[in-house]
T-cell receptor, first 111, second 113 residues
Framework: AQSVAQPEDQVNVAEGNPLTVKCTYS??????LFWYVQYPNRGLQFLLK??????LVKGSYGFEAEFNKSQTSFHLKKPSALVSDSALYFC?????????FGAGTTVTVRA | EAGVAQSPRYKIIEKRQSVAFWCNPI?????LYWYQQILGQGPKLLIQ????????DSQLPKDRFSAERLKGVDSTLKIQPAKLEDSAVYLC???????????FGQGTRLTVV
């Protein structure tokens, strides 16, 4: 069985400050990990993924994520948040060929 | 490159009626997913196809939901009869292969009244 947890329902930051969205996972075997973003009335957009290799992966719109095997985490980060980053963010894990999503974290960046 | 196409975008039906959703994945993508996203929750996988075979349908309410992917390309998801709790956004996604990133359509928002 596999599962994803996003411990924070909401994250609020000021524009220009660093943004972190947390994600932990549980799988048997090696995970493939993903981050997606969802804007209102839109489908999910792929941001970045970790398959293997360097623990720090870079993705779209200046986002990056760090894979930590010992802590089973895959936190999403952005050094300087923009108001336009306000959206719903989902972490996902794929193992045994199934793709499972967390409950999502609403990010609000205030001007 | 064209994205994942879904239709209709919106649908309102009465409970106990039937409804069908259509999805056309990105050309060449072997894996196709149907997800149900209830407001305020993450997407829940209903069914996953690899070409025209079912990989996982463990969370599909088979007494009322059915899906098919004939010829391994486009897919339809049907609900018959619908219940009030089926009100949600139904998302279709496709990926090149199992384990690679999935690309999502804009979804169909279903309201059951």
């Amino acid at each position: 069985a596999q599962s994803v947890a996003q411990p924070e329902d909401q994250v609020n930051v000021a524009e220009g400050n660093p943004l972190t969205v947390k994600c932990t996972y549980s799988v048997s075997g090696n995970p493939y990990l993903f981050w997606y973003v969802q804007y209102p009335n839109r489908g999910l957009q792929f941001l970045l993924k970790y398959i293997t290799g360097d623990n720090l992966v870079k993705g779209s719109y200046g986002f990056e994520a760090e894979f930590n095997k010992s802590q089973t985490s895959f936190h999403l980060k952005k050094p300087s948040a923009l108001v336009s980053d306000s959206a719903l963010y989902f972490c996902a894990v794929s193992a045994d060929y199934k793709l499972s999503f967390g409950a999502g974290t609403t990010v609000t960046v205030r001007a | 490159e064209a994205g994942v196409a879904q239709s209709p975008r919106y649908k309102i039906i009465e409970k106990r009626q039937s409804v069908a959703f259509w999805c056309n994945p990105i050309s060449g993508h072997a894996t196709l997913y149907w997800y149900q996203q209830i407001l305020g929750q993450g997407p829940k996988l209903l069914i996953q196809f690899q070409n025209n075979g079912v990989v996982d349908d463990s969370q599909l309410p088979k007494d009322r939901f059915s899906a098919e992917r004939l010829k391994g390309v486009d897919s339809t998801l049907k609900i018959q009869p619908a219940k009030l709790e089926d009100s949600a956004v139904y998302l279709c996604a496709s990926s090149l292969a199992q384990g690679s990133e999935a690309f999502f359509g804009q979804g169909t928002r279903l309201t059951v009244v």
